[in-house]
């Protein structure tokens, strides 16, 4: 039986593996597609889908997309963070279908089977047979970071999707030394992958490697000018964008310069700063979110195998040792975000799940029956570990007020279209006001005095929305509020003009 297995699994045609591939994990993730923003990270995917409503409703320029932050009359909300492509798109859907949460998870979803694509025709790329590029796909498939992020609005996925892509479509090009239409398209998606998340301006790196290496090969001049033609196209955009998204930021006011980050995070100064994130990331987070606890045997025995026949010292062994020197490179930079932020282990998504593949074919191919069962039963436990991790995040750790999912239409009738809100008590800090679909500013309760209320107010700031109930008793805020409506633990209060 397991014999069986193996065989029809390598001989499917992989178009046939990449649809059925696509098709199940549609399949898995429909009870997800209409459910507005929540789970892990509400925050990230709030900023994205305000910015694609904001296009929407407001008609902006593709390139100065808008955030519902805004304070004075005349402030657009303008903020840069990424390639906006993805929140455009959705946008531009909702002028054919109305507003639904499910465009935007449906939009991300595409963007995940193009992953799926991108990631096998990766590994063909690299020189790896249908049988391990399947398991590759399959094991990156199964992982439940791919499982979350697939259907919530974030850049990191398209980002890797475009990367790979990138390098599948240059490689045979490369190696044939033909630089025409294939190669620059090539080109096109890693500059698309540079500009939705920088990081992967790191990974040039072993590309490059594999330019220097086809060079010393064939010493053909021509790698050596289409490289470092293709270096200037992905470099060149980047830094425009980056003076680009600059001058937007210099512009914004304070309160959403905020949560806009152009640059690393200062590196912990003292031991446990440094040990914490590396724990959180690397022993938590890489384990159980991008590799799957079932697959963990495969990734362990996959590295050993690996090493044991030597891969390390093959060209493309080289190219991923590369890769996670530019990952090391990386990490530190923002090493302090792997507390709460997984997806800055994306780039090692790749490593993940190349080595369970690895470890996947050894399994397989071993003498032993059991051996094989064993296999099987890990990879149809996998897929039931990739929801099972993540499940939870759309069910009991939505990270989304209960009043704002069930009873929102109540804000609606208070709130006027037009207010500008001061929010008090959203840790997003961006949540409240997507769900609200209003515009305003969130600030933390410790900051908000006479004089900063004063302010706000003189530049159309009128309404306060908070769930804290210390907003009542604190001197500075309690003669400069109406009460209007209390919704379970939120309150909802004009500001009044202060006393004479």
Not at 86 to 104: D, E, K, P, R
Not at 136 to 146: D, I, M
Not at 227 to 243: H, R, Y
Not at 393 to 412: C, I, N, T, Y
């Amino acid at each position: 039986m397991p014999h069986r297995i193996i065989h029809w699994f390598e001989r499917i045609p992989a178009r046939r593996f990449l649809l059925g591939l696509i098709l199940l994990q549609f399949l898995l993730h429909l009870p997800v597609y209409n459910l507005p923003p929540m789970g892990q990270h509400t925050w990230r995917q709030a900023m994205g889908l305000a910015t694609a409503r904001n296009y929407w409703v407001e008609k902006n320029e593709f390139w100065r997309p808008r955030q519902d932050v805004r304070i004075a009359a005349d402030d657009v909300g303008e903020a840069y963070f990424e390639l906006p492509l993805i929140y455009w798109l959705i946008g531009q859907s909702y002028n054919v279908t109305g507003f639904s949460h499910a465009n935007g998870r449906l939009i991300q979803f595409l963007m995940g089977a193009f992953l799926l694509v991108s990631a096998y025709y990766f590994a063909r790329a690299l020189g790896y047979h249908q049988g391990r590029a399947k398991w590759f796909t399959l094991a990156l498939a199964s992982s439940p970071y791919f499982f979350y992020y697939s259907v919530s609005i974030s850049p990191n996925l398209p980002a890797l999707a475009w990367f790979l892509g990138g390098v599948a479509l240059i490689l045979p090009e490369l190696k044939a030394e033909r630089f025409g239409f294939k190669y620059w398209l090539g080109g096109l998606f890693l500059v698309m992958a540079t500009l939705s998340k920088a990081t992967w301006l790191f990974f040039g790196l072993p590309l490059a490697w594999l330019f220097v290496s086809q060079l010393r090969r064939n010493k053909n001049l021509k790698v050596l000018i289409n490289g470092g033609l293709l270096g200037a196209l992905v470099l060149v955009p980047s830094l425009f964008i980056f003076k680009h998204a600059r001058q937007i930021y210099d512009l914004a006011p304070q309160e959403r310069q905020y949560y806009i980050e152009l640059g690393p995070k200062p590196f912990p100064e003292d031991l446990i700063g440094i040990l914490t994130p590396l724990w959180k990331g690397f022993f938590e987070w890489y384990p159980q979110i991008y590799i799957n606890w079932a697959l963990l045997p495969f990734f362990v025995y996959g590295i050993w195998v690996a090493f044991k026949h030597k891969a390390h010292k093959s060209e493309r062994g080289l190219f991923f040792l590369i890769w996670l020197i530019s990952y090391l490179a990386f990490v530190p930079l923002f090493l302090v975000q792997l507390t709460q932020h997984e997806y800055y282990l994306t780039p090692l998504l790749v490593i993940a799940a190349m080595a369970s593949a690895y470890g996947i074919e050894a399994f397989l191919l071993s003498k032993g029956q059991r051996i094989k069962h064993v296999a099987i039963l890990l990879l149809v436990f996998s897929q039931v570990i990739m929801v099972g991790r993540v499940s939870h995040r759309w069910q009991s750790a939505r990270q989304v007020p209960d009043e704002l999912l069930e009873r929102l239409p109540e804000f609606e009738e208070v709130l006027p279209k037009e207010a500008r809100l001061l929010i008090i008590g959203d840790p997003g800090p961006v949540v409240w006001l997507y769900y609200l679909n209003r515009k305003g500013l969130v600030q933390p309760i410790q900051v908000v005095d006479a004089e900063t209320l004063d302010r706000y107010q003189s530049q159309g700031i009128d309404w306060l929305v908070t769930d804290d109930e210390n907003v009542a008793h604190k001197e500075a805020l309690k003669d400069r509020l109406e009460l209007v409506k209390e919704i379970g633990h939120f309150r909802i209060s004009r500001i009044l003009p202060p006393q004479l």
